[in-house]
Nanobody, 125 residues
Framework: VQLQASGGGLVQAGGSLRLSCVDS????????MAWFRQAPGKEREFVAI????????YYADNVKGRFTISRDNAGDTCFLQMNSLKPEDTAVYYC???????????????????WGQGTLVTVSS
């Protein structure tokens, strides 16, 4: 396993969760990292991305201002801090990594080469 996601769980609406994605490779610092999610019966959707070069971030409109993506290159870990959670945030959340040393030019899941196993987030109303 190269990407290991964790931190999901059951939380009430308005609550917070912090997801973690640990990368077992030695090249974490040179990969764009992203979070995606897939709700039951829906297609996978992009949530957030953080660049390996410069650390800039970009969010989907429906999580902007509530979610924060960050990375700890020393610890080979990517985080997703989720605040003000809503029932519509319920989904399996996946972390993904782009190709080493390359900028991922878009938000399609097909642009990412490595995927974690997913962690379930359930937000109750």
């Amino acid at each position: 396993v190269q990407l290991q996601a964790s931190g999901g769980g059951l939380v009430q609406a308005g609550g917070s969760l912090r997801l973690s994605c640990v990368d077992s490779r030695r090249t974490f610092a040179r990969h764009d990292m992203a979070w995606f999610r897939q709700a039951p019966g829906k297609e996978r959707e992009f949530v957030a991305i953080i660049r390996w070069s410069g650390g800039s971030t970009y969010y989907a409109d429906n999580v902007k201002g509530r979610f924060t993506i960050s990375r700890d290159n020393a610890g080979d870990t990517c985080f997703l801090q989720m605040n003000s959670l809503k029932p519509e945030d319920t989904a399996v959340y996946y972390c993904a990594a782009g190709r080493e040393g390359r900028i991922v030019a878009g938000t399609s899941g097909r642009l990412f080469d490595y995927w974690g196993q997913g962690t379930l987030v359930t937000v109750s109303s």
